[in-house]
Structure formats: C-alpha cells, structure tokens
C-alpha cells in the first residue's frame, strides 16, 4: 500500500511544470500596478457618486443623522416633575384631602416630551393638581390627584403619593432632528435640520409660527416636513368657521420639501393628498412657479406646488383661503445654514 501512494505521488509530480525561473521583481511590479488601477477606479467611482448624488449628506460622519429624532429616552416610564426632578409613583400607597398641605402646581400637558418643564408628566391628565402633604418633606413626597367621574363631570377619588428620584437630565440638543407642538423642540430640530439640508425653504412670515420641524430620509436624501399655525396676532386669524356646519377649526400649513429622486415616499397619505388631475392654475410668487390643484378631500382647501432645482415643494393648509396662502407664498424663501 505504502509503495503504491509512492507511485502515485511520483506520477503527480511529473504532470506539474514548474517554471524554471522566476522572476520576483516581475511580479511585484504587476501587483502594484493592479493596486494602483484599484486605487484609480476607486476615486473615480467616488467622484462620479458625489457628482450625480448631489443631496447626500454633507459628511460621511452625518449619515447617522439622517432621520427624525427617536422617542426621547428618561428613566422611568411614569413620573410627574416637580422642582427639577422626577417624582415616580410609590406603590398603591395613597392619601386623602385631610394629609394635603399646599397646592405646589397643576400639570398643563401629557406626553414624553424632549424638553422637560415643571408639571409635565406621562401618567396623569392635564389640570390635576399636585400638593405637599402634611408631615412629609416635598423635597421628599409629593401628592397628585387621581380624578374619576365622567367626562362632563370630574371628581377627585383620592391622592397618589409620589417619591423624588432622580434629576431631571439634560437632552443632547444636536441629536434632535425632530419637534412637535413644543417650541424649544421644534426650534432645536429646525437649527439641526437647516444646519444639514442644503435645499431647505421656509416661511419668513411674521404672521406664523412653526409647530412642527421634522427630518427623514431614503438612505442618501432628505425629506422635510414643516407645519406651521398663525400667531396670536396674525392678520388672518387663528381659526376659520367651516361653511354650512358653523364648525370653528384651527387653521395649519404644511410644508413638504425632498428631491425629485427621493425613494423614500413623499407624505401622500395625509394633508398632501391632491387630484393631479384637476390643475386650477399657475401663478408666480417671489420669483418662484406655483402650480394650484384641488385636494382630494377638501375642495376647499388649496394644495400648491413647485420644483426649484430639481426639489419639490408642496405646500396645502386647513382653514386657509387661496389668498391668504398666496400672500404667504411671497415671504416663501431660502433658509440660511448659518
């Protein structure tokens, strides 16, 4: 067995030629040449990529960005604030109207909010007070009240007790990249987004506020949806009685600004649903085309659109007139990234 594997050994060795010099520099030369190719085909491919992409991020390092801001990220999942911290339920334990001491604050809104303020709170309604208790520290407990009832009548069923825990922490303020219906968040995402969004336009109108800034993407473009409602003093009134129901509503307007190339789904599914059908006109603003079409919807309610260098800009409202929405058209320009 062992003089047959010989054999066959000796028989493979035959049938492989080796060449009888070989020529290191040869090689090596061959090989830098391959890698310098590499190296060229690679800049090139990059260049070109840079070239007809032109509304990718700014860095590399920013691709992360790319998206709205996630839910804000607190401690615990129940809490109310009060004096610059947490206050967290203590278990089922409860007080009556006879322990309570003084009235600390009454809570003004719900939610889990970026920008934490004195009453804010995820567990209890808005318009429930809070209280120091008697014999206790507030520094320590506090006492909220639980309402029962219905809605046409509410009543206070009894106090929960809640423990002070930690500080109320400070939000990472560049990593916001999206804000709603609170103006240090809104204002913070919009810094962010015009920072990074080389094609953002925005209203510069003294008659409106903006209520919502939020940013998105397809992997290598951005989208941006703005909302905006008229201030307290605007010209055109907050709000607008609705025909034939006498029903009073808020007024909005909406934004959405992305590149004709954008994979990622323009917002059609809401307020910018319109009938590309039924064009009711063009008209020059500020130097910019607007085309007019009806919404899908609300016939009442003007739906308008432009494309300025390859970016698309749709803007509709609720409650607006065609020339009150024309006259905000004018002030519509360029946002400075400074």
């Known amino acids: 067995m062992e003089q047959e594997l010989k054999n066959t050994l000796k ?6 030629q080796f060449p009888e010099e070989i020529n290191i520099e040869s090689i090596v030369r061959k090989k830098k040449r391959f890698r310098l190719n590499q190296a060229i085909l690679f800049v090139v491919l990059m260049v070109l990529f840079l070239l007809l992409v032109p509304n990718v991020t700014p860095s590399w390092a920013g ?5 709205i801001s996630k839910q804000p990220s607190h401690p615990y999942s129940e809490y109310l604030v009060h004096d610059g911290h947490y206050y967290i339920p203590t278990t089922d334990e409860r007080v009556y109207k006879e322990q309570l001491a003084s009235k600390l604050g009454t809570i003004s809104r719900i ?8 009453g804010d709170t995820t567990q209890y309604p808005p318009n429930s007070n809070y209280y120091a208790m008697k014999k206790q520290s507030p520094d320590e407990y506090i006492a909220v009240e639980i ?15 809640l ?38 336009r925005i209203f510069q109108s003294s008659e409106l506020k903006m209520t919502t800034s939020a940013l998105r993407n397809d992997g290598s473009r951005y989208h941006v949806k703005l909302e905006y409602q008229p201030t307290s003093e605007s010209s055109m009134g907050q709000t607008v009685t609705i025909p034939g129901d006498n029903h009073i509503t808020d007024k909005f307007i909406w934004m959405q600004e992305y590149p004709e190339e954008y994979q990622g789904g323009p917002d059609y599914n809401g307020d910018f649903q319109y009938d590309r059908q039924h064009k009711k006109g063009t008209f020059i603003s500020n130097g910019v085309k607007w085309t007019q079409y009806s919404r899908k919807y609300n016939q009442n309610d003007p739906y308008f659109s432009t494309k300025v260098n390859g970016i698309i800009y749709e803007v509709t409202s609720q409650g607006c007139s065609v020339d009150e929405m024309k006259q905000l058209l004018q002030t519509f320009t360029k946002a400075s990234n400074k």
């Open 11 to 16: 028989n493979v060795q035959r049938q492989i």
């Open 63 to 67: 691709l992360k960005l790319f998206g």
């Open 111 to 118: 939610g889990n909010w970026t920008f934490l303020r004195e």
């Open 147 to 161: 309402l029962g009832g219905t809605a046409r009548k509410k009543t206070i069923e009894y106090y929960q007790v």
């Open 163 to 200: 423990k002070r825990a930690n500080l109320v922490e400070k939000p990472d303020v560049k990593s916001i990249f999206g804000g709603k219906n609170d103006p240090l968040e809104v204002q913070a995402a919009y810094e962010n987004i015009r920072k990074v969004v080389p094609f953002l």
